[in-house]
């Protein structure tokens, strides 16, 4: 887009304006170049995309260590600011701490971390097992995030999971009110409610100063001009949406293939090759070959 957000300082601008700060979920550096395409002004590193990609729930099993190394990736191909999902936060408030150095070095421009137990159990799951820590303990590990950011635009941005684990909505911002006083730019308020009233009761409630993230996966009829109508939310985050695609589209030319018994009827149907080699920036490499190989 025309106002594309080009790095940490012009993120933490973008909110602090008041606009609203549309984030794509990607699994990998191609789908972080097809998010910047497309016109989004971040890119959600999901854990969940990740943990999927690797054919694996999302449990904390995927290593800080291989999601850093996704984040680098990203931040290598795609000049989007990165809001990492670090989940727990890979432990208590010192794993925190060493998080934090790694994730800001890495090039992201904002964490979000949540406030369950590890291992966490992710949450869109019907009937998952939801542990939450102490709010004193978490406002910690926010207070610990916090005290080590180096660059002031970094965003350390509080996920409270009382919904999503059933506590109900005065714990909700009671949480909430805590991780803002302990530091948090932003709190993300996550509900797995099929509509969106929750976490609209929740917007209306809120008293705190700093602006809410949310990531309406389950609730898909908070569009932007509804949220936009809320008030308060600063960042719509698409939380699954771009390993969703990539399994419709990749059963789809999977299935087709086998049917017609070849590929020569999808052939037309797909980007040719060519694409790929554009996004894979072929066109630089010949123009070395040209400089270069003499
Ligand atoms: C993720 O994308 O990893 C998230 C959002 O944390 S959710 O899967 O809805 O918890
Ligand atoms: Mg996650």
């Known amino acids: ?98 998080a934090i150095e790694q994730y800001e070095r890495a090039g992201a421009a904002a964490v979000v971390i949540e406030d369950k137990a590890f291992p966490k159990v992710t949450s869109l799951l019907a009937d998952g097992r939801q542990e939450l820590i102490r709010t004193e303990e978490f406002a910690g590990k926010i207070r610990a995030a916090v005290a080590t950011r180096a660059d002031a635009d970094f965003l350390v941005i509080a996920r409270t999971e009382a919904l999503i684990a059933g506590l109900g909505e005065a714990e909700a911002l009671k949480r909430a009110r805590a991780y803002e006083e302990a530091g948090a730019d932003m709190i993300l308020i996550h509900s797995k409610r099929k509509t969106p009233d929750e976490v609209e009761s929740f917007v209306r409630a809120w008293r705190g100063e700093v602006p809410i993230v949310i990531v309406p996966t389950a609730y898909p009829e908070m569009n932007e001009s509804r949220i936009r109508a809320l008030g308060k939310i600063a960042m719509v985050i698409y939380g699954n949406h771009a390993i969703r695609a990539a399994v419709t589209a990749m059963k789809d030319v999977f299935t087709r293939i086998r049917a017609d018994g070849g590929i020569h009827r999808i052939d037309p149907e797909i980007v040719p090759v060519e694409e790929i080699f554009r996004l894979q920036k072929m066109d630089a490499v010949k123009a070395n070959e040209d400089r270069f190989l003499w």
Not at 6 to 25: E, K, N, Q, Y
Not at 64 to 72: G, S
């Open 1 to 98: 887009g025309a106002s594309t957000l080009t790095s940490r300082a012009s993120l933490r601008a973008h909110i602090c304006a008041g606009h609203l700060a549309h984030v794509m979920a990607a699994h990998s550096p191609l789908s972080a170049i097809l998010a910047e395409e497309a016109g989004f002004d971040g890119i959600w590193a999901s854990g969940f995309e990740l943990s999927a990609l690797y054919g694996l729930p999302d449990v904390s099993l995927v290593s800080m260590t291989r999601h850093l190394d996704m984040v680098r990736s990203m931040a290598e191909q795609s000049s989007l600011p990165i809001i990492a999902d670090i989940d727990t936060g890979f432990g208590n408030a010192i794993n925190v701490i060493y």
